[in-house]
């Protein structure tokens, strides 16, 4: 949920739905005594602008409009519609349970936003430090380099550094140092390691000689990077008992189960359709994805994912795009889904779709199945892919900006004039964006008679104009400051910038492989395992049910002496008088593309974090494939217990 929306909507409901908890002053004082410190700090570090009353009146509000729109639709369901007991008892426990589960959230969503907010905030630790133990090292004023990593980063934790310098400019603090040791403190309570780096950047300036200085801040930046690799390699480690849970409980026994449920009819439990909704298609995918959530809640931060700006030029018809390709999903999706009864109102050629229990090849369903991954994939795919592109080139060229770096680092302490630098090292990342940017930068040098600043910022000819990293424009940034300095010192610093951002690819890369046992189980799952149980199962449901059928029509048959009572008569009938084959397909098929989308999002999110565009284009990849396999076992398992029956 967006957080103005939230904002937006306690004020709304407050306006005009305050009568719920009667005397609004009294309620107040009551909310006052009642709320918990946890609830106020969640408040303050999210930055809601609200009171905690509001937020309850809102969590009223919304409870109160479920509860009376569920009844107002279970009341015309009813009246309409004649469900076994089994559904109607379904439908009145989520009429019970949706609004108050709401109320529930609303009411603590403070907490959970400001829980999802530090993950996500300390995910710009690494960054941040790295950039103020840089700029130390090329100048030791601690004022100056929080200024600059606030000034350089978009992260949210760069807000905060902000706060910092504006608190320090209207006195809320006497110096830099006791400021300094106030946001430690205040960060120390979500980051011990940001908190012990902090303070040993600090105690970098009291140090006696340059090289004892330069070992320290050192040091301040070592903490940050092993602290997050250590939280990282503990969280992997304690994923394997939670991924067996959601894998097992949450996935292969309800798949399991799709089998069983013809034969229940046997028992005298009679399933309808409404059953079979809101246990597959809502309860089931529900209670899958509030448990995956859970587990990505435990997650420490690591690196955040690159930000695109909206104003990057291959996304400004981006709106446009999008309109275009929901038409062309929402035309595809209905040609798709009414192909199986269009031939069926050609008489079914080739007997491709099934009319009866084993027949044919695929149910007339199966088409709806794959109109909504149609949908799905197109969309994806084609509003995302631009997103992709964006950030396979910007992690290319972070990727080689290290090597770059350390290259020009080596020529510049060597007496090289910047041009001539930049040249040779253009010339020896020859093939690279890098070293394409690089070439220009020393034709702006040599023909433009311009600052280096200018030959790399300019926004009418700079060489990085094209260039849309905020890593590397930063280290730039942090080069153009070093330049006033000796040919040797420039030079060293621009090395020791290089092995910084080595040292930060080289976490990210261990971190993803520690966590690389869990996204590739959860992505085969997704791919392979989940498809293959769902498809055969499905199968022997369908053969199960035939089963039971012939056995049902031979009882009929049998003398009177012979019969067992109604029971072999009735055994058949439980599933064919409520869920058709085509119907049952359907619901298990919505079940496999809600599965796969929650175990894409689990995986990601474990892998990058939040990463809308990443999550998006990986589902747009894997979904496709996911129901391909799925259609196929169907199709194959079909075909040979049809033998059987």
Same mark, same amino acid.
């Not at 407050?14 to 719920?20: D, N, P, T």
């Given at each position: 949920m967006d957080q103005n929306f939230y904002c937006r909507a306690c004020c709304f409901s407050?306006?005009?739905?305050?009568?719920?908890v009667g005397d609004l002053d009294k309620y107040k004082k009551k909310s006052e005594k009642t /709320?918990?410190?946890?609830?106020?700090?969640?408040?303050?570090?999210?930055?809601?602008?609200?009171?905690?009353?509001?937020?309850?009146?809102?969590?009223?509000? +919304?409870?109160?409009?479920?509860?009376?729109?569920?009844?107002?639709?279970?009341?015309?369901?009813?009246?309409i519609f004649i469900y076994e007991r089994n559904s109607i008892i379904l439908i009145l426990f989520f009429t019970a349970v949706v609004p108050i589960a709401s109320m529930i959230y609303?009411?603590?969503?403070?907490?959970?936003?400001?829980?999802? &907010?530090?993950?996500?905030?300390?995910?710009?630790? @690494?960054e941040i430090q790295s950039y103020i133990v840089m700029s130390?090292? &090329?100048?030791?004023?601690?004022?100056?380099?929080?200024?600059?990593?606030?000034?350089?980063s978009l992260r949210p934790l760069a807000k905060d550094l902000k706060k910092l310098v504006w608190d320090i400019h209207i006195r809320v603090y006497s110096n830099i140092d006791e400021a300094l040791i106030e946001f430690a403190d205040q960060w120390g309570k979500n980051s011990e390691y940001f908190k012990r780096s902090l303070h040993l950047v600090k105690s970098s300036n009291s140090e006696p000689d340059e090289a004892q200085r330069i070992m320290t801040l050192n040091k301040s930046l070592d903490i940050v990077l092993e602290g997050t690799k250590t939280l990282m390699d503990a969280f992997a480690a304690k994923l394997k008992t939670p991924t067996y849970v959601l894998y097992s409980i949450f996935i292969l026994i309800p798949l399991a189960l799709v089998a069983l449920i013809p034969a229940v009819s046997i028992v005298g439990v009679r399933m309808d359709t409404v059953t079979l909704v809101i246990i597959y298609d809502i309860g089931l995918p529900l209670f899958t994805l509030l448990y995956s959530?859970?587990?990505l809640l435990?997650?420490?931060?690591?690196?955040? @994912?690159?930000?695109?700006?909206?104003?990057?030029?291959?996304?400004?018809?981006?709106?446009?795009?999008?309109?275009?390709?929901?038409?062309?999903?929402?035309?595809?999706?209905?040609?798709?889904?009414?192909?199986?009864?269009?031939?069926?109102?050609?008489?079914?050629?080739l007997n491709?779709?099934?009319?009866?229990?084993?027949?044919?090849? /695929?149910?007339?369903?199966?088409?709806? /199945?794959?109109?909504?991954?149609?949908?799905?994939?197109?969309? +994806?795919?084609? /509003?995302?892919?631009?997103?992709?592109?964006?950030?396979?080139?910007?992690?290319?060229?972070?990727?080689?900006?290290?090597?770059?770096?350390?290259?020009?680092?080596r020529r510049i302490s060597e007496g090289r004039s910047a041009e001539e630098a930049f040249v040779h090292t253009s010339e020896t990342m020859k093939g690279s964006k890098i070293g394409e940017a690089f070439a220009d930068i020393a034709k702006n040098l040599s023909s433009m008679r311009t600052t280096l600043h200018g030959a790399i910022f300019n926004e009418k000819y700079g060489a990085f104009k094209d260039i849309y990293s905020d890593r590397v424009h930063t280290i730039m940034k942090l080069l153009t400051r070093s330049v006033h300095r000796s040919h040797e010192a420039a030079g060293m610093a621009i090395i020791k910038i290089a092995d910084h951002l080595k040292e930060l690819q080289d976490v990210e890369t261990n971190i993803r492989r520690s966590l690389y046992d869990v996204t590739s189980t959860m992505g085969s799952t997704a791919i392979i395992f989940a498809p293959l149980i769902a498809g055969v199962t499905l199968a022997l449901s369908e053969v199960i049910q035939k089963i039971l059928l012939n056995i049902s029509k031979e009882s009929r048959n049998l003398p009177d002496e012979y019969n067992i009572g109604d029971f072999m008569t009735e055994a058949g009938t439980g599933m064919t008088q409520s869920v058709s084959p085509d119907i049952f397909l359907l619901v298990v098929g919505i079940y496999m593309v809600l599965l796969v989308i929650i175990l894409t999002r689990f995986a990601g999110g474990i892998e990058y974090g939040d990463d809308r565009p990443q999550f998006m284009y990986d589902l747009g990849q894997r979904l496709p494939v996911s129901i391909m396999v799925f259609t196929v076992t169907t199709i194959v398992s079909r075909v040979i217990f049809r033998s059987m029956v």
């Open positions: 407050v306006k005009h739905f305050s009568w719920i /709320v918990s410190k946890e609830f106020l700090d969640a408040m303050d570090f999210s930055g809601f602008d609200l009171e905690p009353w509001e937020t309850h009146i809102l969590s009223y509000a +919304c409870s109160l409009f479920l509860f009376i729109l569920l009844i107002s639709l279970d009341i015309i369901i009813f009246n609303l009411s603590e969503y403070p907490k959970i936003h400001a829980k999802f &907010l530090r993950i996500y905030t300390l995910g710009d630790i @690494p130390m090292k &090329l100048v030791p004023n601690m004022e100056r380099a929080i200024i600059f990593a606030a000034d350089n959530e859970y587990i435990q997650r420490p931060a690591a690196f955040s @994912p690159p930000n695109i700006s909206a104003g990057h030029p291959e996304l400004s018809n981006i709106a446009s795009i999008r309109k275009n390709i929901i038409i062309v999903t929402l035309i595809a999706g209905a040609a798709i889904g009414s192909s199986g009864y269009i031939l069926l109102d050609f008489y079914n050629p491709i779709i099934s009319t009866e229990a084993m027949g044919g090849l /695929v149910l007339p369903t199966f088409p709806i /199945v794959w109109a909504m991954t149609a949908m799905i994939t197109i969309y +994806c795919l084609g /509003v995302y892919m631009p997103y992709k592109k964006i950030r396979d080139d910007i992690k290319q060229i972070e990727n080689e900006f290290a090597d770059a770096m350390f290259i020009l680092g």
